[in-house]
């Protein structure tokens, strides 16, 4: 049974920090580039980050980026997005989510194949 389940999410102040985790399981982690998405109230799904499998390739939305890093810890099969300095505009749903066949487009979420339940980050101002 293929499971994806983000953890970390919750209340932090502009400027803060936040750590968020997607443990895995159920499918071969390794093959899979893995990708962080967000929702936020009113607004269409976003991708915010990916990592290739083994992490050749790292992306990031432009709106994240010096903000964000994304890894992955192939042993665990876990994935983290570590996210700094965090804005107001930054709340929303988070989904971690795994595609098998990724292609150029990293932030589309029709190409993934498995996706978390969502965790909630609220950013204060």
């Known amino acids: 049974q293929v499971q994806l389940v983000e953890s970390g999410g919750g209340l932090v102040q502009a400027g803060g920090s936040l750590r968020l985790s997607c443990k895995t399981s159920?499918?071969?982690?390794?093959?899979?580039?893995i990708g962080w998405f967000r929702q936020a109230p009113g607004k269409e799904r976003e991708g915010v980050s990916c990592?290739?499998?083994?992490?050749?390739?790292?992306y990031y939305a432009d709106s994240v980026k010096g903000r964000f890093t994304i890894s992955r810890d192939d042993d665990e099969s876990m994935v983290y997005l570590q996210m700094n300095n965090l804005k107001p505009e930054d709340t929303a749903v988070y989904y971690c989510?795994?595609?098998?066949?990724?292609?150029?487009?990293?932030?589309?979420?029709?190409?993934?194949?498995?996706w978390g339940h969502g965790i909630q980050v609220t950013v204060s101002s």
């Open positions: 159920g499918f071969p982690f390794d093959d899979y580039a």
């Open positions: 989510a795994a595609s098998w066949a990724l292609g150029s487009t990293w932030d589309n979420a029709a190409k993934y194949n498995y």
């Open positions: 990592a290739s499998s083994s992490e050749l390739s790292k």
